[in-house]
């Protein structure tokens, strides 16, 4: 993350490529976990005809939940549980995260905040609503 926060503030200081080779290596290495919440998103995106991609790998490591196309453009979905927040607020990891993927792989993320989404309960309708509004669709019908 170092290494694309240099590259964000496009300052001339560089890792050793061997030294970047490794880290890159190690923060792909993770392995995905979706959860229930992730998959009843994802669900949520394909009830209104979008064709998600899950668990996408960014050009520079980092892993997006979902990404969709919208008129012609790629965004990046984050279903953001409890570990991403305290007291409602991002930690700084989901910040930096979001910020870099914006702005160093140029796709823009949207969050879906576990309390949000809970707030929808079992609505379909609903459901499908807020998804429309986060990602700037017109209503159907």
């Known amino acids: 993350q170092w290494h694309l926060w240099q590259e964000e503030l496009k300052s001339n200081i560089f890792l050793p490529s061997i030294l970047q080779e490794k880290c890159y290596e190690a923060f792909i290495s993770m392995v995905p976990r979706p959860s229930a919440f992730q998959d009843d998103v994802i669900s949520g995106l394909l009830s209104i005809g979008?064709?998600?991609?899950?668990?996408v790998l960014t050009d520079r490591g980092y892993r997006l939940d979902a990404l969709v196309e919208v008129?012609?453009?790629?965004?990046?979905?984050?279903?953001d549980g409890p570990s991403h927040f305290l007291v409602r607020k991002p930690t700084g990891s989901t910040i930096l995260k979001h910020?870099?993927?914006t702005n160093v792989d140029g796709v823009p993320v949207v969050s879906v905040p576990y309390w949000e989404w809970n707030e929808l309960g079992k609505n379909r309708s609903n459901k499908q609503q807020y998804l429309r509004a986060l990602l700037g669709l017109k209503r159907e019908g």
């Open 50 to 55: 979008l064709e998600p991609e899950e668990e």
């Open 71 to 79: 008129d012609g453009s790629k965004i990046g979905i984050e279903v």
């Open 99 to 101: 910020r870099q993927v």
